[in-house]
């Protein structure tokens, strides 16, 4: 469930919104009326999706060169690089 809160009530009710967290409750917090932050659980697996996203980059720089054929010293010369 997505509750709308104001800015000043999360500060002051912050314990009781992580007690809400934890019950499965989302929160939007608000500034003068429009939404500024979500106040959402925390994700367990982050580091093994960054570890999939880096071996994915790695794989793909393997399989695709960049470069190659390309004189890095004429491009300096011609002031691109």
């Known amino acids: 469930m997505n509750i709308e809160i104001g800015s ?8 009781e919104l992580l007690r809400g967290i934890k019950a499965g409750n989302r929160y939007t917090i608000t500034l003068r009326g429009e939404a500024v932050a979500d106040l959402v659980p925390a994700q367990a697996n982050r580091h093994s999706d960054a570890a999939t996203a880096v071996d994915d980059m790695l794989a793909y720089m393997q399989a695709h060169k960049s470069g190659a054929g390309v004189d890095l010293k004429a491009l300096i010369n011609e002031g691109r690089a």
């Open 8 to 15: 000043y009530e999360a500060k002051t009710k912050l314990p």
